[in-house]
């Protein structure tokens, strides 16, 4: 076979593979173009029914981001609390008779820039910080031993399972009613931390998009469902 024939070979198939995937690329962009506006068609549907309201963009809420992390100095005294700089794909309204925001935040830490999707929903009044984690059993063993244990509920299996941080150990105790403790250790959606900042309930779970609104109501639901076990503080 001549050099010729060769390198009309190895050139017509290389031109065949990166036109390949140059069309997968494009498939990939358009269909992930297309499943955002289905998402949105259906948010702003489903916002109207519900008295919702949807911005793309709305940086005055940038501010009710900033005061949620105001006082996380107080346990990480040597660095600045997070900043947003942008809050894109914002949605308010009340979901169960509760205020709620669910929004990307662009945000600065430590000087890295980076996205934060929070789903917050009102608590009754503002609070002290509080932190439910769940942990690997023999790490949080570990952290009790060495003193880092955090908050004790003496629920042996819940302390097992979880750690628990907060400012005011007094109100960590009232949160943690034995409803709640019962609830997170036994309600099968997955979900990986419990966090009360200033003045809002926010949940780690794997949400994929917040303006899919089945997804949006499943996890205002879990937020509810967590705060009608808290008993009520002033």
């Known amino acids: 076979m001549s050099t010729g ?8 198939g290389t031109v065949l593979l990166l036109g390949a995937v140059a069309a997968f690329v494009f498939w990939i962009k358009r269909s992930f173009v297309g499943r955002a506006e289905v998402s949105l068609d259906a948010l702003r549907e489903e916002a109207a029914r519900r008295g919702w309201t949807y911005a793309e963009r709305d940086d005055t809420q940038v501010a009710l ?3 949620q992390y105001n006082r996380r100095s107080r346990w990480e005294p040597l660095t600045h609390p997070p900043r947003a700089k942008a809050a894109r794909d914002v949605i ?16 600065v830490y430590q000087g890295r820039h980076q996205p934060e999707r929070a789903i917050w929903v009102a608590a009754p009044a503002p609070h002290p910080m509080l932190s439910i984690q769940r942990m690997v059993a023999v790490q949080n063993a570990i952290n009790r031993r060495i003193g880092l244990g955090g ?16 400012e005011d150990e007094r109100f960590a105790h009232a949160v943690l009613s034995s409803q709640l403790l019962e609830f997170l250790l036994t309600d099968p959606r997955s979900f990986r931390g ?23 109501v499943a996890a205002l639901d879990l937020r509810c469902d967590i705060l009608d076990r808290i008993p009520a503080w002033s």
């Open 65 to 67: 981001y900033d005061r």
């Open 92 to 107: 308010t309204g009340t979901h169960r008779g509760r205020p709620f925001i669910a929004a990307t935040f662009d945000t």
């Open 194 to 216: 419990v966090y009360l900042r200033g003045e809002y309930l926010d949940v780690l779970d794997p949400v994929q998009d917040h303006r899919n609104p089945n997804e949006l």
């Open 5 to 12: 024939v060769v390198l009309t070979i190895v050139i017509g």
């Open 151 to 166: 908050v004790q509920t003496g629920n042996v299996e819940f302390d097992r399972q979880f750690e628990v941080l907060s």
